[in-house]
């Protein structure tokens, strides 16, 4: 997978010609331009590099073939740029989306054996509502796997198992980076089921491993630095999903949940001076768990269906980051984008957030959705993490440790219209009022994010 570049030359011919039936070639273009203030250090005192406005950039080209009746194959490349941005251009770094020009996104293929799916090669991994594992797609990297999938749709709702490695970034340069490369080093397996316990009760029993030996490929000193995904880890997640509804069977009600539990053992933190740090230099013993409970009702309003919604998420936080064992809950590879606001200050990890939601259907290409969390800390022993559930918003000081658990609450209003099939629109805006536990630990300025995005896809 080292140049998509034949591929692409593929591609372009499917366009420019009448392409067969058995090809099927697709096109997706993203622009979103972002403004931020106070996202990352919460504190108008300080001139920092993510208090800027940029344009996001992203091209997808794919290719669907068929083979034959038993085989297919499916190739993606993306092009993913930040433009205008005063951040350092290096992917992850104070949440920068940094420029990966051209790569292999997805390259993989399909083979039916009897009632049986098998999938090999470069793909995407999304299961449940994606809280644990899915493509991430907000971001403009997103994610990917080089993996081997099994699916047997016929056993019960559908039984995955799956084997492989998250696709990395890796530089090329001091400015280039790449996301083609995975490791033998970061191996994720795991066995994801579907079972219909009534015509209004779903539940989806799973397990995941992860076995992490070592640091990701790059790391960068200072302020705002994150690791990809996690720390070194040997951890195996159990957990059980399920869903009520439609509404229509239940007098307008729906509801949902997830519980997930962890055991095994990761790198843990070391002390740095005042502040605690991960990784650590040994291995030790870890035991976490993480709950989602949600609850909606939508009305039968003539014109305007309108849908209210609550939720409580819960991920147990570390309580002693001195001692030789962590209850700091791994929040895998998520899609937290869709759940803890969007501004991307919280991820299913030392979280306890109740949040509030209504979403109305103005007509079929227009919607809107309004949003309020309150966030808080399940403890305060442990860091406030960051959507990718790896970078820290305050250093894990004395201070911090000894301040309140609230973090603050945020309002999100999302408008998306759809101008036809091919053309989407979406607006947003984010408010965050600052908790006490910002005003203890350092700046504790209120923080704004906007966005503007438009979706050409054929």
């Not at 998250?166 to 790449?178: A, D, F, I, L």
């Not at 999903?241 to 843990?268: N, S």
């Not at 501004?343 to 209504?358: G, I, P, S, T």
């Amino acid at each position: 997978m080292k140049s998509p570049l034949a591929f692409l030359g593929l591609a372009a011919a499917a366009f420019a010609a009448d392409a067969p039936p058995a090809w099927q070639p697709e096109f997706n273009v993203r622009l979103r331009v972002e403004s931020r203030e106070q996202n990352f250090t919460f504190n108008r005192a300080v001139a920092s590099p993510t208090d800027d406005t940029w344009l996001l950039t992203r091209v997808r080209l794919g290719l669907k073939g068929k083979l034959s009746d038993a085989l297919s194959l499916y190739a993606q490349a993306q092009d993913s740029r930040e433009l205008g941005s005063d951040r350092p251009g290096v992917p992850y770094i104070l949440g920068a989306e940094g420029d990966d020009p051209l790569d292999l996104r997805q390259l993989h293929v399909d083979f039916k054996a009897g009632d049986a799916t098998v999938r090999v090669g470069r793909q995407l991994l999304a299961f449940g509502d994606e809280r644990l594992v899915g493509p991430v797609d907000w971001n403009n990297l997103a994610r990917s796997f080089d993996a081997a999938r099994v699916t047997w749709p016929k056993v019960g709702g559908g039984l995955d198992a799956f084997v492989g490695s998250v696709v990395q970034m890796q530089p090329t340069s001091q400015t280039g980076w790449h996301a083609n490369h995975s490791s033998a080093d970061d191996i994720f397996a795991g066995v994801y089921s579907r079972f219909a316990a009534s015509d209004t009760l779903k539940v989806e029993p799973y397990v995941f491993w992860r076995h992490k030996k070592n640091d990701t490929l790059y790391s960068v000193a200072g302020a705002g630095t994150a690791r990809p995904y996690d720390v070194p880890q040997k951890v195996a997640t159990l957990g059980l999903r399920w869903t009520g509804g439609p509404p229509e069977k239940l007098d307008g009600v729906d509801y949902d949940g997830e519980l997930a539990w962890q055991t095994g053992e990761t790198r843990g933190r070391q002390q740095v001076g005042a502040a605690f740090v991960f990784p650590g230099p040994a291995w030790i013993d870890h035991a976490a768990w993480a709950l989602h409970a949600g609850v909606g009702f939508t009305t039968k309003a003539p014109g305007l269906p309108l849908r209210l919604y609550g939720e409580f998420n819960y991920a147990t936080g570390d309580r002693n980051p001195a001692d030789a064992k962590t209850q700091s809950f791994l929040n895998l590879f998520p899609t937290n984008h869709k759940f803890y606001g969007g501004m991307d200050v919280f991820a299913w990890k030392n979280l306890r957030e109740f949040a509030l939601m209504a979403s109305a259907t103005f007509s079929k290409q227009t919607k809107a959705r309004l949003e309020h969390h309150v966030f808080d800390l399940a403890n305060t022993n442990d860091t406030w993490f960051r959507a990718n559930a790896v970078t820290p918003v305050r250093a894990l000081t004395p201070a911090a440790r000894a301040a309140p658990g609230r973090a603050g609450q945020e309002t999100d209003l999302v408008i998306s219209h759809a101008l036809n099939a091919r053309v989407a629109f979406d607006f947003g805006f984010s408010y965050f009022a600052a908790g006490r536990y910002l005003a203890q630990t350092g700046g504790a300025s209120d923080a704004r994010f906007a966005y503007a995005q438009t979706v050409l896809q054929w």
